[in-house]
């Protein structure tokens, strides 16, 4: 795998404000620290045992992996386990324990409130998830489900789970459409209908959360809201896996952040958007397992992307396509006192000619901080050659396939070139003023996750 500071970099680069370590790496923690960007780590599975038999075990792994990096490093979530009932289930017995033994070292700690618990489960565990009304857990883990969910409750985190819409698909025997497991548009009368609430259901992926709601509705719990901690598609498979491929990958994850960021929600919870994260940020080649287990990835371990995403619709933009045809613009919803003082940065200690903003000049319309601060944005990007950490601006960036030129307005290096180095320097930029600026990196609303081993994921 890539060292973490090079993992980092591309997260600040891609602006992915959200990211689930599989462990609490140190190293990764340690190059994660004053980006600003949202960490979940994990509790490996072989840990959780003891974790659960001993509260001074769960308060030195909190003391080890949390405290002393918060609040440098940014964690808000903690995953206790992972898949628990599927891969541990000889652990199940103390998950809960485990659970409740975390809770109360971030308590001791005071950091409660800013740092969720909770335990990723595979949606494998749901039963009868057609129609959603119907879903429920597998019985025989109710014992353990009931406390956890309780848990959960009390303690206002979320339910998390894994949903794969690709092995769904795979397992069906056909009964489910390609079409239906990639987001695709279906016509009227080839969607799914919930004959008990006759809700209409375009994707499994919806269906899969709503019968995660309605399966816990069965234990009567109503109130604990679904975070997606890991969903993705295989660019690559073996001839037993003939749509694993580029093409579907692309769809899938594209339609996805597509289906998250416009806040569509789902048919029993229309406009409340499920956070989700992404599986996965690098490809695992040396993986065991099938063809496809290796490649989940938007990138290679060196950083080269798979495979560009395709956004045109999704009214944010978020491209994996490291090398061409991307820009830096003013980020959607920016506070305008923050944009005002990187545009003033930009053009004077950035070095970057905003003369064709001036009054009378082509780029002068339309006169706000918003298009000003795109121009100046952009031109710095292409600057510096579009390095890595040159489209941040203290979060007030983003990235985008989006030409910002319009009319006789054309922004330094929008005709291609990469443009060369200025003596302005990126550690310049980050260390001048009393703004403190800092690579931080942030992809809006909808932020990717990491594995480390990594997962990467939307949020």
């Not at 600040?12 to 140190?26: E, F, G, W």
């Not at 959603?132 to 025989?140: L, W």
Request: charged share 15%; with cysteine; aromatic share 10%.
């Amino acid at each position: 795998m890539p060292h973490p500071t090079q993992v980092v970099s591309l997260l600040k680069s891609q602006q992915i404000r959200h990211v689930r370590l599989y462990d609490a790496d140190r190293g990764m923690l340690f190059a994660l620290a004053n980006t600003g960007i949202k960490v979940a780590v994990t509790v490996p599975n072989e840990q959780l045992l003891g974790i659960g038999q001993s509260n001074s075990t769960a308060a030195h792994w909190v003391a080890q992996n949390v405290v002393a990096h918060y609040p440098a490093t940014n964690i808000t979530t903690i995953c206790v386990g992972s898949e628990v009932f599927n891969s541990l289930p000889n652990a199940a017995p103390v998950l809960v324990n485990a659970l409740k033994f975390i809770q109360g070292a971030l308590v001791a700690s005071n950091l409660d409130r800013q740092i969720k618990v909770s335990t990723p489960i595979a949606s494998t565990v749901i039963l009868d998830s057609f129609p959603p009304s119907q879903a429920f857990f597998n019985h025989s883990w109710n014992p353990v489900l009931v406390p956890v969910l309780k848990f959960l409750q009390s303690t206002g985190s979320y339910f998390m789970l894994n949903v794969y819409p690709y092995y769904d698909y795979m397992n069906s025997n056909g009964v489910i459409p390609l079409d239906y497991a990639l987001f695709n548009p279906l016509p009227s009368n080839k969607e799914a209908v919930d004959s008990n609430t006759l809700l209409h259901y375009t994707n499994v992926f919806d269906a899969m959360i709503d019968a995660a709601y309605f399966a816990m509705a069965d234990l009567n719990v109503t109130n604990v809201p679904v975070l997606v901690t890991e969903s993705g598609w295989p660019s690559k498979g073996d001839v037993k896996e003939p749509d694993a491929t580029l093409d579907n990958a692309n769809t899938y994850n594209s339609n996805l952040i597509k289906h998250i960021i416009n806040q569509t929600g789902t048919p029993k919870h229309p406009g409340i958007p499920v956070s989700t994260y992404i599986y996965e940020l690098y490809n695992e080649d040396t993986k065991p397992g099938s063809v496809s287990e290796k490649n989940w990835g938007l990138f290679d371990p060196n950083g080269n992307p798979i495979y560009t995403l395709q956004l045109t619709n999704a009214g944010r933009t978020f491209s994996n396509d490291t090398t061409n045809n991307t820009h830096c613009t003013a980020k959607e919803g920016a506070d305008k006192k923050m944009l005002q003082a990187a545009l003033d940065w930009a053009c004077g200690p950035g070095k970057v000619n905003c003369s064709a903003l001036l009054q009378g000049q082509p780029c002068y319309e339309p006169d706000d901080v918003v298009a000003h601060a795109t121009f100046a944005f952009d031109s710095y990007y292409h600057m510096m050659g579009k390095g890595e950490g040159t489209c941040d601006f203290n979060g007030v960036a983003m990235l985008t396939t989006t030409d910002p030129s319009h009319g006789s307005c054309q922004v330094i290096g929008s005709d291609g070139m990469n443009g060369t180095f200025l003596n302005g320097s990126i550690a310049d930029f980050n260390s001048t003023s009393s703004s403190s600026w800092r690579a931080r990196g942030g992809y809006a609303s909808g932020g990717l996750l990491i594995k480390v081993l990594l997962a990467l994921l939307l949020s």
